[in-house]
């Protein structure tokens, strides 16, 4: 399983990318704009210069037609190799991403509420898909078994989008959505920070992964 940092600080990034645990960074590149008085433009391209991975950008939650979402997705992809762009989950999103993809431009589809909105992102050619987890420090088990169900269904049918685990806030958890089939979780610092001293490291997850399914199977 991979970690991407999911802060509003750049000194966050930078402490996370200094430890090695990360490969790509989450975040809302306006609200760090807006507290630093600086252009979301030249924030995106700070994280760039700073992570060797994927960097979300966010179309605005005011933008609710498939062209206002395909403008901003290429404007935000212009700005490094390396960005996605974050869509929500509805129909005009799907047509966006649709487009965007077909043009190269890697895509999250966020807010999946169900196995068949997963599989409808896929085949847009979504990159990656967040599931909707519950509460932000209490993720439920419903999360954990959507994640579950996604990842069956990527696996039997051979889908190349990833899932992420969004906003996860307890090192627990984490174990939980790597054992159920993500691929990536976002997390801030704070788990980072904990999970360096601690059993539940990106490798130790890995290998929980490896005796798991040695003694109880897939």
Do not use: W
Not at 158 to 180: F, K, Q, W
Not at 185 to 194: D, F, K, L, Q, R
């Amino acid at each position: 399983m991979k970690l991407f940092v999911d802060t509003g600080k750049i000194e966050d990034i930078k402490k996370a990318n200094d430890l090695g645990v990360i490969c790509g960074v989450t975040t809302n590149p306006s609200l760090i704009a807006k507290e630093g008085g600086r252009a979301q433009e030249d924030i995106l391209k700070e994280i760039a210069s700073i992570v060797d991975g994927p960097i979300s950008g966010e179309v605005k939650a005011t933008t609710v037609d498939a062209e206002g979402m395909i403008k901003e997705g290429r404007e935000i992809a212009a700005m490094h190799p390396n960005m996605v762009v974050k869509i929500p989950m509805t129909a005009e999103g799907l047509k966006a991403v649709k487009v965007l993809s077909a043009e190269g431009i890697k895509t999250n589809v966020t807010l999946i509420f169900s196995a068949n909105q997963a599989i409808l992102a896929a085949n847009a050619g979504a990159t990656y898909v967040s599931p909707f987890l519950g509460r932000l420090d209490d993720i439920n088990m419903a999360g954990i078994d959507l994640i579950r169900d996604i990842a069956e269904i990527f696996d039997i049918y051979g889908y190349e989008t990833e899932i992420i685990a969004a906003s996860v806030r307890n090192p627990i958890h984490v174990t939980d959505c790597a054992l159920a089939g993500a691929h990536i979780a976002t997390v801030p610092y704070s788990v980072i920070e904990t999970m360096i001293n601690h059993p539940l490291t990106t490798a130790g997850i890995e290998k929980f992964q490896k005796d798991y399914i040695a003694v109880f199977g897939e």
